[in-house]
């Protein structure tokens, strides 16, 4: 049995949902995938998937098993990419994982110029609403958290922002205009679900605004939801449509509040301030090709924060 290759298989395997898909995207016959993992499982001495007629799952051993072929092959990969060419030439595949709104709005506007730096390193992207509880599975795991995040995790501080409270113009117009933070106990609100935002708030109900003048103690708002949700765009859209109160980010709110689709209200107060991460897996050799995209994230934010902005303006 070729080890490595039965590694490689059952990787794709997993990733693939089934043994006829890795199959197909290894060129390869179902039964020589199936008995290739078969052959795995009797090397090993125990099951690594359960097989079903609908679906196929990890057992524990083989979801432990997965994350040290990963690191491995990844190794491996690294290695070759070393030997073969020097950083400028890097190889090979960078696995990131986001949540939908980061993909979407930090990571997409800088893919093409990564590409055109590093054609032979393909950048393979999953989205998670839940990004961050997957750090140790991907290569590079995107995510935001509040100032207090010290997680025992290793993380590059990306980009900073903040959170502010908008709604529409027209909804305004029906509802009146919140002067002071307890007037927002009068309005409709649509709440973000997602899991750091969740950190930020608790599981209840209430709202916290941080007044940006100094001396200033916190509000705190009963701010019962009319829509919740984990997705960026339907809150963003529920909001432009004048169905209520929305927190949001500053960078994701600009180009409504600059074509009048949304209004800022409450603009001495805020929500909460932010970092994005990039965050890497623990007790793994980071390659090359990983720490040249970090270096290439860490240059690249701020000038698309920049170059967003202009466009605004």
Known sequence: MDRLQAMKVFERVVEEGGFAAAARAMDMSPPVVTRMVAELEQHLGTRLLQRTTRKLALTDAGDAYLQRVRAILHEIDDAESAAAA????????????ASPVLATNFLAPMVSVWHARHPKVMLDVSLDAYASSRVDEFDVTLMVAGEDFDANIVA???????????????????????????????HDHLRDSSAPVRAMTGSGRKLCLKSLLAGVKDEEVDAPAVLQSVSTEVLMRAAI??????????????????????????????????TIYAALPS?????????????????????????????VS
Request: glycine share 8%; net charge neutral; proline share 7%.
């Open 283 to 311: 007790g793994r050799m980071l390659p090359a090709r990983t720490k040249v995209f970090l270096d290439f994230l860490t240059e690249q934010a701020p000038l698309a924060l920049a170059e967003q902005r202009a466009q």
């Open 86 to 97: 020097s950083t400028r030439d890097l190889r090979g595949t960078i696995r990131i994982v």
């Open 156 to 186: 590059r501080p990306l980009l900073h922002g903040e959170a502010i409270v908008v709604a529409a113009p027209g909804y305004l117009e029906q509802r009146g205009i919140p002067r002071e933070p307890q007037d927002l106990v009068k």
């Open 241 to 274: 449509d004048g169905m209520g109160v929305l927190v949001t980010s500053r960078l994701l709110a600009e180009d409504h509040l600059a074509h009048g689709e949304l209004v800022h209200i409450l603009p001495s107060w805020m929500f909460s301030r932010y």
